[in-house]
């Protein structure tokens, strides 16, 4: 054998031998690693939650609240902990609209909370959120008061629109509602935030409104007229509009109170010749107005008419 290839055969022999050692180093590392991220993941599956974010809209709902619907969940394996469970738990609470739930690895779970916002009170024992479902809540938490609805069951949303609609209305004699009733034949009467009640039957309510926003500032200004007329008398009793019933086609009738919370009828006919409305049976005394004219006697009253 001659040297070139003794040479040869020794250079084989050595690459050989490297790429040997090469590959066993490679193969060691890789099982180094396996067991390395075995290792880590077995100890990370063992690893609890160690942080819970709870964040939203919240006004109601408070965050002892959360992780008191959270203390039958089991937080001690991130890898176990199941969001639907935690989604679940939360959404029970009273207050509660939405819920989501996320894990941030390694050991964090992310809360967000969307609370419901009360509309209305519904029939004494329920709230109404602004899409008109009924839930039940303590009502010791909300910071402003709120109108209330009474009516039949299933007819919250229809109660809903009706006084988001007239509300809206209102607002153009700075009037709001306070109470809001359906009956069992659909028939609706309002009370409104400065205690006058509107019965308004069952059809045109926005133009019976409307027929009532055009009337009540006449009515307004022959009651500070009156208190003027008492204000040189010695009769001081105050009156005030107790209901305006608007279930006429073209008229209404008022019904007054006075510090004895004594009503009287009156009714009111719109003439549609002259455009006037007539109070009738009006049991007091005589005064002359700038923009309307009450005439009575002793024996007989004549009537109350507004120009309008």
């Known amino acids: 054998m001659n040297n070139k290839q003794f040479t040869s055969e020794n250079q084989k022999a ?8 090469f590959f066993v180093c490679v193969l060691i590392s890789l099982v180094s690693i396996g067991w390395w991220l075995t290792k880590m993941l ?9 942080s819970i974010v709870i964040s939203g809209e919240m006004p109601y709902t408070q965050r002892e609240e959360v992780l008191s619907a959270m203390s039958n969940i089991d937080l001690g394996n991130f890898f176990q902990v199941n969001v639907n469970d935690i989604q679940t738990q939360v959404s029970a609470l009273p207050w509660v609209y939405s819920v989501a739930v996320r894990k941030q690895w390694p050991n964090e779970v992310k809360i967000y909370v969307v609370d419901q916002t009360p509309i209305a009170l519904w029939n004494g024992d329920f709230l109404l959120n602004q899409f008109g479902k009924a839930f039940q809540a ?7 008061a709120l109108p209330e609805f009474f009516g039949p069951e299933g007819s919250e949303l229809l109660a809903l629109e009706n006084f988001t609609n007239l509300n809206d209305l209102l607002e153009y004699r700075d009037l709001s509602i306070d109470e809001l009733i359906l009956s069992e034949r659909f028939s609706w ?13 069952r059809e045109e309510r926005v133009k019976r409104v409307q027929r009532f926003m055009d009337v009540y500032p006449l009515i307004k200004t022959h009651l500070a007229d009156q208190e003027k007329q008492k204000s040189n008398s010695k009769k001081q009793l105050k009156q005030t509009v107790d209901y305006i019933d608007l279930r006429y086609d073209t008229g209404l009738a008022v ?27 009006y049991p007091f005394q005589s005064y002359p107005f700038k923009d309307y004219l009450f005439r009575s006697n002793e024996l007989q009253t004549k009537g109350l008419a507004l120009n309008v």
């Open 138 to 144: 303590e009502t010791k938490v909300l910071t402003k």
């Open 14 to 21: 050595l690459s050989f031998g490297l790429g040997l050692a």
């Open 255 to 281: 019904g007054w109170k006075q510090a004895a919370n004594v009503s009287s009828n009156i009714n009111l006919k719109q003439q549609k010749s002259n455009h006037t409305v007539m109070f009738q049976n």
């Open 189 to 201: 009467q309002l009370t409104l935030n400065n205690g006058v009640r509107l019965n308004l039957g």
């Open 42 to 50: 077995i100890e990370q599956e063992h690893s609890p939650v160690n």
